[in-house]
């Protein structure tokens, strides 16, 4: 198994990246944390090797003052030249929660991370549509053309989309290449296989959201337990370890607020699983 992946054909990442939703604060309403431990966290991730951080504009603490598009700036630029910095655009957020944006809120959204993450060009934006779940049978077509004509003005090299099932890539890619999709799936949530499966027979990357659970699952089964106490290695370990072995195009991009944590989500990138492993955990 390489720990590489060669993203749009070329942009090496590391396939353990960095999710930075975690770095404004620890959980939705939850109070801001401090801005320079989330720098701390974004500079080790960086000396650890990760090279592939995904974010968004719209990740901020409840009260707008800690932005992971700020922190990602203020920590890491001048980036690194073979850092890929990926972030979504889609949900509108106002008073009444999000919603989904139209074709005409996408470059404005753009346009708000080039400015944020202070850059010219954007590596990777995914097209975020639906909430939690892909919206079946909704089309994505006019809003996958304004993104599309964006990158064709070169505000955005490669394209992804999220929160989609098989019909909404088909559909993308007959508008412009998609990169990566990144829907919900884990352990313990292997709903997204059929996208799954489409991504890696396309060479398209498949980086789930949530890898670990996101709070909202509990991931732990006897299965992965035995697993973990094989290897010596926590259960969140093998769990990331178990997304990296489903295909050599499956990214994981755990996110945490802290190094200590950080440090244990990258030691997964040593664990090999068996046959005998991946039994127990099918």
């Known amino acids: 198994m390489t720990n590489h992946f060669r993203l749009g054909g070329n942009l090496t990442i590391d396939r353990l990246g960095f999710g930075a939703m975690r770095l404004p604060q620890?959980?939705?309403?939850?109070?801001?944390?401090?801005?320079?431990?989330?720098?701390?966290?974004?500079r080790r991730a960086v000396?650890?090797?990760?090279?592939?951080?995904?974010?968004?504009?719209?990740?901020?603490?409840?009260?707008?003052?800690?932005?992971?598009?700020?922190?990602?700036?203020?920590?890491?630029?001048?980036?690194?030249?073979?850092?890929v910095i990926a972030t979504k655009v889609g949900p509108v957020f106002g008073p009444g929660g999000p919603r989904q944006g139209t074709a005409a809120d996408l470059r404005p959204q753009v346009e708000a991370n080039l400015e944020s993450l202070g850059v010219d060009r954007l590596d990777l934006v995914y097209l975020r549509i639906g909430m939690m779940e892909p919206p079946h049978g909704?089309?994505?077509?006019?809003?996958?053309?304004?993104?599309?004509?964006?990158?064709?003005e070169g505000l955005i090299r490669h394209l992804g989309l999220s929160n989609v099932d098989a019909g909404h890539l088909a559909e993308a890619r007959s508008i412009a290449p998609v990169t990566a999709v990144q829907n919900n799936f884990h352990i313990a949530n292997r709903d997204e296989t059929a996208v799954l499966d489409a991504c890696t027979q396309a060479g398209?990357?498949?980086?789930?959201?949530?890898?670990?659970?996101?709070?909202?699952?509990?991931?732990?089964?006897?299965?992965?337990?035995?697993?973990?106490?094989?290897?010596?290695?926590?259960?969140?370990?093998?769990?990331?370890?178990?997304?990296?072995?489903?295909?050599?195009?499956?990214?994981?991009?755990?996110?945490?607020?802290?190094?200590?944590?950080?440090?244990e989500n990258l030691a997964a990138r040593s664990i090999t699983l068996t046959g005998e492993d991946l039994a127990d955990l099918a």
Do not use: C, M
């Open 26 to 42: 620890a959980g939705p309403g939850g109070p801001a944390r401090d801005p320079e431990s989330g720098r701390a966290v974004l």
């Open 47 to 83: 000396e650890l090797g990760v090279n592939h951080i995904d974010t968004a504009d719209f990740y901020r603490s409840q009260d707008g003052s800690v932005r992971a598009n700020t922190l990602i700036r203020e920590a890491l630029s001048p980036y690194p030249e073979d850092l």
């Open 138 to 152: 909704e089309s994505l077509a006019q809003r996958f053309e304004a993104l599309a004509a964006l990158r064709e």
């Open 204 to 263: 398209i990357a498949f980086a789930p959201f949530f890898p670990l659970g996101g709070g909202r699952a509990d991931i732990n089964d006897p299965g992965l337990v035995k697993v973990a106490e094989r290897h010596g290695a926590t259960a969140q370990q093998i769990a990331l370890a178990w997304l990296l072995a489903l295909s050599p195009l499956t990214l994981a991009i755990p996110g945490t607020g802290s190094a200590a944590h950080l440090e």
